[in-house]
């Protein structure tokens, strides 16, 4: 008597189809920023941004996966021809164990030492500091776009505040205008 088998044959005249792979997450694609500094722009004049990386644990680039990163309060430091990032706030990773992170601890910054030099040599200038503005995923290493900033005083809010707003009334003229007339 023949036995019988178990296993299914397909036909190979006829492809299978393709399974549809899951959409990635878009803060680990780096199509959307991990963390913003909303309020940098509006405490500092940004100058000019430098990109960097940032020299973390695993929990914590899970953590920042997750989207718990803060950058409020941080800032960067130059330190015996180092970069430092202190004040990131990384909150702890849900699935993580008692070897945890510390969630303010001074970060490493990895910057080529050129850049370095050049960032300390233009912090030393009074008034201007290191500010970070986004932390971001490029091609799975967490980066940080770090400014070089000079703090405004209140006179300068309320005077890029006053540039705004007419800015943003002279926009809705025109939209109000081309809606009249039709165009």
Known sequence: MAR????????????????????????????????????????YFLLEKFEAGVALRGTEVKSIREGKANLKDAYGLIKDDEAFLLNLHI????????????????????????????????????????????????????????????GKQDWDKRETEKRREADREARSAINASKHKTGH
């Open 91 to 150: 909150g702890p990773y849900s699935h993580g164990n008692i070897s945890n992170h510390d969630e303010t601890r001074t970060r490493k910054l990895l910057m080529h030492r050129e850049e370095v030099r050049k960032l300390l040599s233009k912090t030393q200038i009074k008034g201007h500091t290191l500010i970070p503005t986004r932390l971001y995923f490029r091609n799975g290493r967490v980066k940080c776009e770090l400014a070089l900033a000079k």
């Open 4 to 43: 019988q088998t178990s296993h299914v044959i397909t036909n190979p005249d006829r492809p299978t189809a393709p399974k549809t792979p899951r959409p990635r997450d878009p803060v680990a694609s780096g199509e959307r920023d991990a963390a913003q500094n909303r309020a940098a722009s509006h405490h």
